[in-house]
């Protein structure tokens, strides 16, 4: 942040989306941290309700049940790209929204239209509050959160390297089974009727499956500098 460069390049919003397993959190966090730009993590705000519904006793099978307390959580994510915090009524949730527990609800609880109402409400007054700019990522940033973003990059991998990816952070997951379970949730999020994973039609595909983190990384620090200067 010290760099005078950084903070008179124009403030750009990235929006980087994509399923799980893609290598998004690790490389939106890095070219954020290097840009001098804030970050956000969506996927941890939507964990972040689930973890809260799943601790206040809500059926998270009933749509109804969870719509009529989407607004009372109140939930506060960090920006800084090198400890990105978040916390629910003043707790710090950032390792209990992690689990299994949260990881398997997530999908039915970020599809209630209410919940995705409340959260991308949230998401672009961060947005709009990032003064040097933001990197936000998730699953329907470059379509619904924030269509304007000035780039928008759709990271994708196939679900062999996801897999793989996904087992080696879980720590002796097996392979076969972290698999399906990323289809599946691939599933329920691209056939969700509010704010589907879907890419943007102005969207930069980027396919990381045989490419090492660092060059996804370049790629996208090269992406965001040539979009600024062509502001």
Known sequence: MENGAARTAPA??????GP??????STSKAVAAQLGLSYLDTGAQYRAITWWMVSNG???TDPTAIAAVAGKPEIVSGTDPSAPAISVDGTDVAGPIRTQE???????????PEVRARI?????????????????????IGTTVLPD???????????????????????????RATREALLKRDAADSSRKTSPLAKADDAVEVDTSDLTLQQVIECVVTLVEEKRAAE
């Open 149 to 175: 973003a000035d780039l928008k990059i759709f990271l994708t991998a196939s679900p062999e390297a996801r897999a793989a990816r996904r087992s080696g952070e879980l720590k002796g997951a097996d392979v």
């Open 58 to 60: 809500i059926d998270i």
């Open 12 to 17: 750009v919003i990235v929006a980087i989306d």
């Open 120 to 140: 991308t409400e949230l998401q672009r007054s961060i947005a709009a509050g990032a003064e040097d700019g933001i990197v936000v990522e998730g699953r329907d």
């Open 102 to 112: 949260v990881t398997s609800k997530v999908s039915a609880v970020s599809a209630v």
């Open 20 to 25: 799980s397993g893609t290598g998004k959190s």
